[in-house]
């Protein structure tokens, strides 16, 4: 990925607290969409939103278990542009 690629990503995750709240807190452990619209206090639409948004961009993968629901977890991207955008703020 290029520097000005990666600067592209951190923008377009900076530009959305909802973006970049989720990619926070599933750098630290897989989650739920239901489990980080409670630790975001949002609706499950707005972080599902987000996610699929963060998937699009390779920052988020789904992991499949024998749960109902999917957990999500950061690809190598995700937590290059984590850093990124840490070292940013």
Do not use: C, W
């Amino acid at each position: 990925m290029s520097l000005s690629g990666i600067g592209r990503v951190v923008s377009f995750v900076s530009r959305s607290e909802v973006r970049s709240q989720v990619l926070v807190d599933i750098s630290k452990a897989p989650r739920t969409p239901s489990e980080l619209a409670s630790l975001q206090n949002k609706h499950v639409s707005h972080v599902s939103r987000a996610l699929a948004e963060l998937r699009q961009q390779g920052l988020v993968e789904p992991i499949f278990t024998n749960s109902r629901e999917k957990y999500y977890r950061a690809t190598d991207r995700g937590y290059l542009i984590l850093a990124t955008f840490s070292k940013a703020r």
